[in-house]
């Protein structure tokens, strides 16, 4: 069964950077194909994609986020870390880490989401 | 990036009868080396995150019911829910995983009449 969780503060200040960790069970993110990625929802909004990490080390970003993200990944601790750079009140929302499989290609199994408010 | 947009925003169907969810992208999410559609759809209830109903555009994902399908090829694509259930109010969305940033649809809030 595959599991993952988010963890990190819930209040981050303008301007400060926001580091994030999904912690995953059930899986590797050795295997080819396999990846992680992060997943932003703005109360009361859409879901927005913000990066993905895959098995090979490939990372991709939004081009929202303006060269702000950075994703790694520490395969030994079964873990993945999204920075991000420059915290913005419009940053505040749930932030979700999810699997993304390697046969479906899609984000199949989701932690259960950590709200992060940007706020002085 | 590629623009997914759903209709509509919203939605009231009485219990027992179909919902139909649209989906439109801004270009196709099909790719011909494969013939497949890089298109998924979930659902998320209140306080949840979203669970995948569908991936491939119309391949239901383990523990869906079958009142849920999903169709559609190239830049059009529904879900439909044959005969609205109570536990089916939730916010729907249509993902597209054709390139990345792998961008999401406005979502669809279906509520019961």
């Known amino acids: 069964q595959i599991t993952l969780k988010e963890s990190g503060p819930t209040l981050v200040r303008p301007e400060q950077t926001l580091t994030l960790t999904c912690t995953f069970s059930?899986?590797?993110?050795?295997?080819?194909?396999?990846?992680v990625g992060w997943v932003r929802q703005a109360p009361g909004q859409a879901l927005e994609w913000l990066a993905l990490?895959?098995?090979?080390?490939?990372?991709r970003y939004s081009p929202s986020l303006k060269n702000r993200a950075n994703i790694t990944k520490d395969t030994s601790k079964n873990q993945v870390v999204l920075t991000l750079t420059n915290m913005d009140p419009v940053d505040t929302g749930t932030y979700y880490c999810?699997?993304?499989?390697?046969?479906?290609?899609?984000?199949?199994?989701w932690g259960p989401g950590i709200l992060v408010t940007v706020s002085s | 990036d590629i623009v997914l947009t759903q209709s509509p925003d919203s939605l009231a169907v009485s219990l027992g009868e179909r919902a139909t969810i649209n989906c439109k992208s801004s270009q196709t999410v099909l790719k011909s080396s494969n013939s497949k559609n890089y298109l998924a759809w979930f659902q998320q209830k209140p306080g949840q995150p979203p669970r995948l109903l569908f991936y491939w555009a119309s391949t239901r994902e383990l523990g869906v019911p079958e009142r849920f399908s999903g169709s559609g090829s190239g830049t059009d694509f529904t879900l439909t829910i044959s005969r609205v259930q109570a536990e089916d109010v939730a916010i729907y969305h249509c993902q597209q995983y054709y390139t990345t940033p792998n961008t999401f649809g406005q979502g669809t809030r279906l509520e019961i009449k």
């Open positions: 990490i895959y098995w090979d080390d490939d990372k």
């Open positions: 059930g899986f590797s993110i050795s295997t080819a194909g396999v990846g």
């Open positions: 999810a699997h993304r499989d390697e046969w479906k290609y899609v984000l199949d199994s």
